[in-house]
């Protein structure tokens, strides 16, 4: 069975904090892909990076960075800085094998001016 | 290059209709996926297409159907349609099968009365 936990539904924070997304994945498969996602108002979502499973080096692009840490099924997202252009839906999401992508109930960041 | 295209992007139809969305995926990519995302359900896979051929299928009545042509771009029919099928309809394109990165168009949204 194939799962994305984020157990986040809704995050405010003030401009300039740093947020963190939590991710919670499940699936049996050695070989697997994580995504993360954003949706903005306009309603579609905007790729924001993915991973296989056998690349464990965190990354960094900005105000981005994301932790996988494949010890506790966990692929975290932290913006650091916030601003305002932030505010939106942010989605985790699990492809493995011949299965179709799985996402999370999606995480709801409100980022106060 | 341009995006997915998704068309049209806001529907109303009455109980008992159907309707067909399209989707034009990016240029070169040769792999559709449609998502309905709804606030109670999430983000729910409906189907995949890859060379106008039905690789994957969620777990949807037999009312949503798609297809793809022989140029990548899709369709997706709901027959008899219901309150419940109330919804953003989203498509994703990437370049093959696997766990290529997918970019998803604005979406149609589909209000049924």
């Known amino acids: 069975a194939q799962k994305v936990t984020q157990a986040q539904t809704e995050i405010s924070v003030v401009e300039k904090e740093d947020v963190t997304l939590d991710c919670v994945y499940e699936t049996r498969d050695t070989t697997y892909y994580l995504f993360w996602y954003k949706q903005p108002p306009s309603g579609e979502l905007v790729f924001l990076i993915r991973?296989?499973?056998?690349?464990?080096q965190n990354e960094i692009s900005g105000r981005y960075s994301w932790n996988f840490q494949k010890s506790t099924s966990s692929f975290n997202f932290t913006i650091t800085a916030s601003q305002v252009v932030d505010s939106a839906v942010y989605f985790c999401a699990l492809a493995a094998g011949n299965n179709d992508m799985r996402f999370g109930a999606g995480t709801r960041l409100t980022v106060k001016p | 290059k341009a995006g997915v295209t998704q068309t049209p992007r806001y529907l109303i139809k009455t109980r008992g209709q159907q309707v067909t969305l399209s989707c034009s995926p990016i240029s070169g990519h040769r792999s559709v996926s449609w998502y309905q995302q709804t606030p109670g359900q999430g983000l729910q896979f409906l189907f995949e297409y890859f060379s106008e051929t039905q690789r994957n299928k969620g777990n949807f009545p037999g009312r949503f159907s798609g297809r793809q042509f022989s140029n990548s771009r899709s369709e997706m029919n709901v027959s008899t349609l219901e309150l419940g099928d109330s919804a953003l309809y989203l498509c994703a394109s990437s370049e093959s099968r696997g766990r290529t990165e997918a970019f998803f168009g604005q979406g149609t949204r589909l209000t049924v009365v």
């Open positions: 991973r296989n499973s056998f690349d464990e």
